[in-house]
């Protein structure tokens, strides 16, 4: 079974995959815990439309190659996939900058300013598709600045603590 996160717009998705499309190119998903029948293009790169089908309706869909974005009827729609099952890396600032590696709530917050760490520790928990991760210091240092509090919701990449 391969699992994964899908934003789309802003909206968070668990999406459930097993097995493979059959003789059709039908598969069964499982979205936040809903089955779904989807039949999809393996064609619809940003060269040509395609249809995809979910359910029993048809979508038209144009879809990035690197998987950023997806073009329909209503719009293009910005996407952002996450394997479940691959640990969150955190953005690489190099400099003591600890930024959200994903869209998230603050659970809870482990370090307080001017408090020591060591490089791998945990400093904060931040919740998203009501799953815990921890976020570890990148380096030893100081924390020289909080720009969180517990139960904020964060964007992608803000900056949540700083390490000097």
Do not use: C
């Amino acid at each position: 079974m391969r699992r994964f996160f899908v934003t789309i717009n802003e909206n968070d998705f668990e999406v459930e995959i097993s097995g493979s499309p059959n003789i059709e190119g039908w598969i069964e998903v499982q979205v936040n815990g809903e089955p779904v029948r989807v039949r999809l293009p393996w064609s619809a790169t940003s060269a040509h439309s395609a249809w995809a089908m979910v359910g029993n309706r048809p979508h038209e869909i144009l879809i990035d190659h690197d998987l950023h974005w997806i073009q329909t009827t209503r719009g293009r729609h910005n996407v952002q996939i996450r394997d479940r099952d691959t640990p969150i890396s955190r953005p690489r600032s190099g400099d003591g900058r600890v930024k959200a590696p994903i869209p998230g709530l603050i659970a809870r917050i482990l370090v307080e300013a001017g408090q020591y760490v060591e490089v791998g520790q945990p400093i904060l928990v931040l919740e998203a598709m009501k799953m815990q991760n921890e976020i570890t210091a990148p380096r030893s240092g100081t924390i020289s600045m909080l720009n969180i509090q517990p139960g904020q919701s964060v964007k992608l990449h803000e900056l949540l603590i700083e390490i000097s």
